[in-house]
């Protein structure tokens, strides 16, 4: 076979889900993955499928949202190279929670359920290692929770494009309405202070994308510490 499993280990290896595994243990959940292509646009699940295993992303963009009764679409987040998702349906096996959709060409790695419950009876270690990322997913999730409650809506708009630049860098490619799905806000909202920022040069904007001057300026307006 080609370089796949050394592609897998590197890209699950820099992912907190698997940082902390062993560098064998790695290597035997890269044996059982298998790669996944999609195409822009095309459909990789929808909410109500069956939960067949987790995928991380090599490079692409994934959108996991819900679409409700009216056809109104809402984004929950958006994925792009390095992250994995579908860890809650790799365990529990339950139909799928949101949509998931390749927003560009989109590279993955699919692990299977069945196969990862095999190795989990032979790696306990694995296991432990899940417990500790479903405690942390809970702390983000009641974070978040904490921010909608407490944090004026620029700082929480901030901050969600924060995490995005994590995966495009400077030039973020995300349309107003997902920008107001993924913060709770309004997308006048987002509007207006994005327009406030493009006016004191901190950022550029254009049709679905937004650029980043400079993230020292930016991670003050998010009221995060610079690295």
């Given at each position: 076979m080609n370089d796949a499993p050394h592609r897998i280990v590197s890209l699950l290896s820099a992912?907190?889900?698997?940082?902390?595994?062993?560098?064998?243990?790695?290597?035997?959940?890269?044996?059982?993955?298998?790669?996944?292509?999609?195409?822009?646009?095309?459909?990789?699940?929808?909410?109500?499928?069956?939960?067949?295993?987790?995928y991380a992303i090599r490079r692409g963009l994934i959108r996991i949202g819900t679409t409700d009764d009216r056809g109104q679409q809402m984004t929950m987040n958006l994925l792009g190279g390095g992250d994995v998702f579908g860890e809650i349906a790799l365990l529990d096996g339950r139909p799928r929670t949101a949509d998931a959709v390749a927003m560009e060409d989109t590279d993955m790695f699919f692990l299977p359920r069945r196969d990862f419950l095999s190795l989990l009876d032979r790696e306990p270690s694995?296991?432990?290692?899940?417990?500790?990322?479903?405690?942390?997913?809970?702390?983000?999730v009641i974070g978040r929770m904490e921010e909608t409650a407490f944090l004026p809506a620029a700082i929480r708009l901030a901050r969600r494009i924060l995490m995005l630049a994590a995966d495009y860098g400077a030039e973020v490619r995300v349309s107003q309405e997902e920008l107001a799905s993924l913060t709770g806000v309004t997308r006048e909202t987002v509007n207006r202070q994005l327009q406030s920022w493009k006016r004191t040069g901190i950022i550029s904007l254009a049709r679905g994308r937004l650029v980043i001057h400079d993230f020292d300026d930016f991670r003050r307006l998010a009221k995060v510490d610079a690295v």
């Amino acid at each position: 076979m080609n370089d796949a499993p050394h592609r897998i280990v590197s890209l699950l290896s820099a992912n907190p889900f698997f940082a902390g595994f062993a560098q064998d243990a790695l290597e035997k959940i890269a044996a059982i993955c298998r790669q996944r292509h999609l195409a822009s646009r095309e459909v990789l699940f929808l909410k109500g499928d069956p939960s067949d295993g987790l995928y991380a992303i090599r490079r692409g963009l994934i959108r996991i949202g819900t679409t409700d009764d009216r056809g109104q679409q809402m984004t929950m987040n958006l994925l792009g190279g390095g992250d994995v998702f579908g860890e809650i349906a790799l365990l529990d096996g339950r139909p799928r929670t949101a949509d998931a959709v390749a927003m560009e060409d989109t590279d993955m790695f699919f692990l299977p359920r069945r196969d990862f419950l095999s190795l989990l009876d032979r790696e306990p270690s694995i296991t432990q290692q899940l417990i500790g990322l479903l405690c942390a997913r809970l702390r983000d999730v009641i974070g978040r929770m904490e921010e909608t409650a407490f944090l004026p809506a620029a700082i929480r708009l901030a901050r969600r494009i924060l995490m995005l630049a994590a995966d495009y860098g400077a030039e973020v490619r995300v349309s107003q309405e997902e920008l107001a799905s993924l913060t709770g806000v309004t997308r006048e909202t987002v509007n207006r202070q994005l327009q406030s920022w493009k006016r004191t040069g901190i950022i550029s904007l254009a049709r679905g994308r937004l650029v980043i001057h400079d993230f020292d300026d930016f991670r003050r307006l998010a009221k995060v510490d610079a690295v």
